[in-house]
């Protein structure tokens, strides 16, 4: 269902550059990396507060975030990452309401691929304090042990996992 | 040394909100142009099918750490005005490859779903709801795994790990990201059609552009890793004593003396030197914990009371105040001149002091030992 006056992807040398350069201002302006699971967290935490405040606030986890786990700076950067690929999308024609999957792959096969992956993701990144934004990515840019030790695993369980669930890309 | 919102404490107030914002909108466009909106394209890098999750994600790494690296060696930037996470071993590696079965499962991670989100992707929105999820677990079980969960290793840069100079592993890095460009070309080109880019005089002079830039850093970057711990710790004490002025995260040593005796119930006294010290000597109502416990050890304390955290010196407790205060720490303060300071003024007898005294001084100093001692 792709739109056919969709512009081609930007070279992804030239891509890497601005990603680059956006990261690195990040550093010299906020003094912190990017970051994108902590934002998703905190909508959790929201959603939490919301539902049951006490009971939240009295969690150790949640509850260190405060009555208002909204106001934090990686959730603006967040809704920022959200407007700019939709400015990006908009210019380059890429904007087409889709499940992204192979031909041979059903629907509902493929959304709960990424039902559970995004549960792995989204308690993995607590764990690790990071994903591939706060760790892989701006962790490993300033050099950080801990962090190319991440980007090094997340690949190394990207490649252990990928056959298993290669076919809901199957054409 | 520039100033940063990190630098200044004000992360989270509505300016830092707003370049945040800003930022993050560079961050999703650069994403999306690279075509990380699409989960086929992302999930490519697993199976060999399309590798530009790897050249674009080591070309940003490589542009950001030469920068930066650049900025550290001439003095703009220090772990003053920069916040770097700790190193924790086991967390990190184990959440790493958790993150990447989930990653290669659903195609997305969290930066590139929202990006997914924007280009009207259901698989992405499905990605953000698992994600949340999955965060809220992590809640729920956050007692179970503390222990687990929240070891601390400090700050460990790799180059320190490896006993490398930090210019010497960052052209190092350079040249295997170059290396991985170019058999990431080589791979599309023989797999999938693509690699369209190898050998051409784009990726020859960007791989040699990378290189050169990388060298340039022996000469601003400090020579060896000895060195650049020292140097570090010179400049953040430096940085620390320019700020007392200011005084706004500090306590004075006659202030906790005074308000100790006054047996003012509110403070919390954290000192965080190793155990063995603490044992020969420490100030009288003070509680030993570790570096890497603070945050678990001081929650119930979150905005109430008055901590004050003490090392010998002032560089580990204002390195363990920014991570508190990052947290949202509100009440945290630090010594003033550590320990050996508040020996040397509040602990001293009055004829050892070589400054003249005033009375009032002379019968303070005598509380003070009474009940210090």
């Known amino acids: 269902m792709l739109n056919d006056n969709q512009k081609p992807y930007m070279n992804p040398y030239i891509a890497g550059v601005f990603l680059g350069i956006t990261l690195l201002a990040s550093y010299l302006v906020l003094g912190a990396g990017l970051g994108a699971s902590s934002g998703i967290a905190r909508v959790g935490a929201y959603i939490d507060v919301v539902v049951a405040p006490s009971r939240t606030m009295a969690c150790e986890y949640f509850g260190s975030w405060g009555s208002q786990p909204l106001k934090y700076y990686l959730v603006f950067m967040l809704v920022g990452v959200f407007f700019g690929g939709l400015i990006s999308a908009l210019y380059s024609n890429r904007c087409a309401l889709s499940v992204e999957r192979g031909l041979k792959c059903t629907i509902i096969k493929r959304l709960m691929f990424a039902l559970s992956g995004g549960i792995l993701a989204g308690f993995a990144s607590r764990l690790a304090k990071g994903c591939t934004s706060g760790q892989a990515l701006s962790g490993s840019a300033v050099l950080l042990t801990g962090s190319l030790l991440f980007l090094v695993f997340t690949f190394a369980g990207g490649y252990a996992v990928a056959w298993f669930v290669r076919r809901q890309w199957n054409d | ?373």
């Not at chain 2, 590798?51 to 220090?78: C, E, H, N």
């Open chain 2, 1 to 373: 040394m520039i100033n940063t919102f990190f630098g200044s404490g004000s992360l989270n107030t509505p300016i830092a909100f707003l370049a945040s914002l800003i930022i993050g909108i560079a961050f999703g466009f650069s994403l999306e142009q690279a075509g990380f909106g699409s989960s086929r394209r992302l999930a490519g890098i697993f199976y060999f099918k399309d590798m530009a999750v790897l050249k674009v994600m080591f070309t940003a790494v490589v542009v950001a750490m030469l920068g930066i690296s650049y900025a550290k060696g001439l003095g703009f930037v220090t772990t003053d005005n920069v916040f770097f996470m700790h190193t924790s071993y086991l967390p990190q590696i184990l959440g790493g490859l958790l993150f990447g079965a989930g990653f290669v499962m659903s195609g997305w991670c969290p930066g590139t779903a929202a990006v997914g989100l924007a280009s009207v992707k259901v698989d992405a929105l499905v990605f953000l709801l698992g994600a949340i999820g999955g965060s809220m677990i992590y809640n729920e079980v956050f007692p179970l795994i503390k222990p687990f969960a929240s070891v601390d290793h400090g700050l460990l840069f790799a180059y320190d790990s490896m006993k490398m100079s930090e210019a010497a592993f960052a052209m190092l890095f350079t040249i295997i990201a170059v290396g991985c460009f170019w058999g990431s070309e080589y791979i599309e080109k023989n797999r999938s059609g693509g690699g369209k880019l190898f050998g051409t005089r784009f990726l020859k002079i960007f791989s040699v552009v990378l290189i050169v830039v990388s060298f340039g850093l022996f000469a601003v970057a400090p020579q060896s890793s000895q060195t650049d711990v020292v140097d570090y710790s010179k400049i953040s004490e430096g940085a620390f004593l320019d700020n007392i002025e200011d005084g706004m995260d500090h306590m004075s040593t006659e202030e906790l003396a005074d308000r100790l005796v006054e047996g003012d119930k509110s403070i919390i006294l954290v000192d965080i030197r190793p155990p063995q010290e603490f044992d020969k000597f420490n100030i009288k109502t003070s509680v030993n914990i570790k570096m890497s416990e603070l945050q678990t050890a001081l929650l119930p304390y979150k905005d109430q009371g008055t901590i004050v955290l003490y090392s010998n010196g002032m560089t580990h407790p204002a390195q363990a105040r920014d991570s508190l205060v990052r947290t949202g720490f509100k009440n945290v303060y630090i010594l003033t001149d550590g320990l050996n300071g508040f020996v040397e003024t509040c602990l001293k007898p009055a004829s050892l002091h070589q400054e003249p005294l005033t009375q009032e001084m002379k019968e303070k100093i005598s509380a003070w030992r009474k009940f210090f001692r």
